[in-house]
């Protein structure tokens, strides 16, 4: 079973920047893809980010394209979100996910049901 343990978050004042990552243990299978989402209080979760772990195609959501950056290290088996020009509606729970990669990823990562979630870490941007 695939453990995903996500760090690195935190408080930062807006236009800071943070660094996300989510290691991936038990880690097996060719075709993994992971995807960051995110929830706020009160809010549905989110589609952030999302790579192909073998390929490294990468796609982002519009609030975040430009801003955020998503990549991975297969060695260490885990993936980043580098976060810059945080504004406050960032502020979020932001989960990691990972799942064997479905047919027609590329275009529904955002809503592809994933097997393997993270506990989660916190995001806080003040104005």
């Known amino acids: 079973r695939v453990q995903l343990v996500e760090s690195g978050g935190g408080s930062v004042e807006a236009g800071g920047s943070l660094r996300l990552s989510c290691a991936a243990s038990q880690y097996t299978g060719n075709s993994i893809c992971m995807a960051w989402f995110r929830q706020a209080p009160g809010n549905k979760r989110e589609g952030v980010a999302a790579?192909?772990?073998?390929?490294?195609?990468?796609y982002y959501a519009d609030s975040v394209r430009g801003r955020f950056t998503i990549n991975r290290d297969n060695v260490r088996n885990t993936v980043y979100l580098q976060m810059h020009i945080l504004r406050p509606e960032d502020t979020a729970m932001y989960l990691c996910?990972?799942?064997?990669?479905?047919?027609?990823?590329?275009?529904?990562?955002?809503?592809?049901?994933?097997?393997?979630w993270g506990q989660g870490t916190q995001v806080t941007v003040s104005s």
């Open positions: 996910a990972a799942d064997e990669c479905p047919a027609g990823f590329y275009k529904n990562w955002a809503q592809y049901n994933y097997d393997y």
């Open positions: 790579i192909y772990m073998n390929g490294g195609n990468t």
